[in-house]
């Protein structure tokens, strides 16, 4: 197995490993992925089970007769009730309730009578992907990991594919490996044993949405305070952001609540008109006995800040990478200050918030409310009265939606108003994406449309779990970058059982054009202070993005003076440089080049890690 370079290091919250059969071909394998700092979990015959990097209290195990149990990540089981759990289970199938039923963010996995099976989290925070190694189907929560193993290559094909803006479902959720097949986070896998017959299995289905909002906040309630808790019941000291915001404010008063000691964390935005730092001052005056950091604003990077030092090693392209610098610049202050983890209220705005396009079935079904709220939604979104009739009308499957894609990835951003109330954002390619490259690509969604069925029915739902499962991709990286970095971080809104209770509520109490997160504020009542519930927007950080676009010019020439898209053809060099030069360019502030960046920066990445 090829060495990994320095980066593949872990620190608390980045733990990662391969999972092996019981069976002697797979322990010869197995050795072959040991490398300095790695360590092992066995199985009962002795045999190597678990191989990777972990910290102890990543990592809960229990052994009852033939059955071996390990939960991976963040959750509060001790080992005598994983342990009692393991005696209990005769059956892979009943892990299903047991995956179900416990909070946290982990990966599961069992070795039951010669089988294992492996699982990741249903936000796709934590996954799973798995390949034919030696002989031995292997399983691994990286993909990378299994491509070193293999010596395989990205495949240009998928990275034409990370091209287009956005990448819709399932087209993102593949590996960049043609030998490495990605677990859909609603699946485990399964492994026979005989070590080498694979199957995927359905452990996971969103709840439907028919939960009145005053059954359901309490639920919701319980559900984010286990999630906290299962960060904090340790004690020590934890940080939290404290932007201002309904989401991260919530995260920060729940952890006031517990053993731990709490030091909060400001941002404040460059932008005279950003309120974010008042609304921070307003509730750190409610919590008397947190340490309130308030960081000097123009200290903090902007967007596309140090995009040519970036070497973290990753298992797909992300383009979080424009944002690494500013989410990472105060988390080694923080550690200082005694921090053992970071909370964020990152996925607030995916769960207590939902889609308008949930209004495309309403509009059938309680057509008088659904007019009166996209009455609303016209005037709040400027919406023209046109295409939101076009859109209501639009009745398309999602494959056929998809199909349909094919034939515009040329032309203009689709309307705000047919993304809200469809499938989601139609994806585009961009001028300087090589025909060849679009070719690729092309060949790519009429593949998924011939197949692909949405992540459910509801386009409203669909969308909601699609969001859901592309910014956990993002976060699953960040978290890496974090924990290399010297501090990990963690984000309870993106916790299974948060995103089950808040899914679980009506539409139509979700998202409304009258008040802005109802979800949470009613779930946060009697925690978070009225005056701060009262908060009715957000701040959006485009004096950032666009001042980081115009500053960091020259890195972005210098990326595009050596592409390595462009030395796989997949990308115009000239075209590219001649948009390095004129930041201001019109469309630029639409993030539009962020997945070309992205597929740069992974690519670039990857051969560090070679040398």
């Known amino acids: 197995m090829t060495e990994l370079h320095e980066s593949a290091g872990t620190g608390p919250g980045d733990a990662h490993f391969a ?6 071909d797979a322990a010869a394998v ?27 209290d990543e990592v809960v195990t229990a052994m009852a007769g033939s059955t071996a149990l390990a939960v991976v990540g963040c959750c509060p089981i001790d080992a005598h009730e994983l342990r009692r759990r393991a005696a209990r289970l005769r059956d892979l199938a009943e892990l299903d309730a047991l995956a179900r039923s416990l909070p946290g963010s982990f990966h599961l996995v069992c070795s039951l009578d010669g089988r294992i099976r492996v699982q990741g989290t ?10 034919e190694v030696g002989g031995v189907r292997v399983a ?6 299994l491509a070193m193993a293999l010596g395989s290559d990205p495949d240009v094909s998928e990275l034409a594919v990370r091209l287009l803006w956005p990448a819709p479902y399932p087209l993102f959720e593949t590996s960049l490996w043609r030998s490495v097949t990605a677990v859909p986070p609603q699946d485990a896998v399964v492994v026979a044993a005989d070590g080498r017959t694979v199957r995927h299995t359905r452990w996971w289905t969103p709840p439907e949405p028919v939960r009145p909002l005053a059954e359901a906040a309490p639920l919701i309630q319980k559900a984010l305070e286990e999630a906290v808790g299962a960060r904090t019941r340790q004690g020590g000291v934890v940080s939290c952001d404290l932007s201002g915001g309904l989401d991260s404010t919530s995260i920060c008063f729940l952890a006031d609540r517990s053993p731990a000691r709490v030091v909060a964390s400001t941002w404040p935005g460059r932008d005279p008109a950003d309120t974010d730092l008042y609304w921070a001052e307003q509730a750190a005056k409610h919590l008397p006995d947190v340490e309130h950091v308030v960081w000097d604003a123009d200290a903090s990077p902007l967007v596309y800040d140090d995009l040519l030092g970036i070497d973290d090693l990753l298992d797909e392209p992300t383009i979080g990478v424009m944002d690494r610098s500013r989410v990472l610049h105060h988390l080694p202050a923080l550690a200082a200050r005694g921090s053992r983890l970071h909370l964020t209220g990152i996925g607030g705005d995916h769960v207590a918030w939902c889609s308008d ?13 659904a007019l009166r709220q996209l009455r609303g939604f016209r005037a709040l979104w400027q919406w023209p009265l046109g295409g939101t009739v076009r859109a209501l009308a639009d009745s398309r499957s999602y494959g056929k939606w998809l199909a349909d894609a094919t034939d515009h990835l040329r032309e203009p ?22 025909p060849e490259a679009e070719q690729m690509a092309r060949r790519a969604l009429r593949e998924a449309a011939a197949t692909a069925a949405p992540l ?16 956990t991709r993002v976060i699953r990286q960040w978290d890496r970058m974090a924990a290399r970095a010297g501090l990990a971080m963690a984000s309870p809104f993106f916790d299974d059982r948060v995103i089950e209770a808040c899914l679980a509520v009506r539409p139509s109490q979700r998202v409304t054009p009258w008040q802005y997160k109802p979800v949470l504020t009613a779930a946060m009542r009697g925690i978070v202070p009225e005056s701060c519930l009262r908060r009715a927007n957000k701040a959006t950080a485009s004096m950032d993005a666009s001042n980081g676009l115009r500053e960091h010019r020259a890195d972005l020439m210098a990326l595009w003076e050596d592409s390595r898209l462009e030395d796989l053809g997949l990308v115009d060099g000239p075209e590219l440089r001649r948009l390095a030069r004129r930041p201001a360019s019109p469309g630029l502030s639409h993030a539009i080049l962020y997945s070309t960046i992205a ?11 070679r040398t």
């Open 599 to 609: 597929a740069e920066v992974w690519l670039r990445g990857m051969a560090r890690g």
């Open 456 to 471: 459910h029915p509801d386009r409203g739902l669909h969308t909601d779990l699609e969001q859901i499962r592309s910014c």
């Open 357 to 369: 396009a949930y209004y495309h079935r309403l509009v059938r079904t309680r057509p008088l409310f």
């Open 30 to 56: 197995a050795r072959s992925f040991a490398c300095p700092g790695s360590r092992t979990l066995a199985h009962a015959s002795g045999r190597p089970w678990l191989v990777g990097q972990w910290h102890d």
């Open 19 to 24: 999972v092996f059969s019981d069976r002697a």
């Open 122 to 131: 249903a936000s796709g925070l934590r996954l799973v992907f798995h390949a």
């Open 140 to 145: 691994a929560t990286r993909a990378d990991t």
């Open 413 to 434: 951003l689709p309307p705000s108003v047919a993304t809200s109330l469809g499938w989601g954002m139609a994806p585009r390619l961009f001028d300087w994406v090589t």
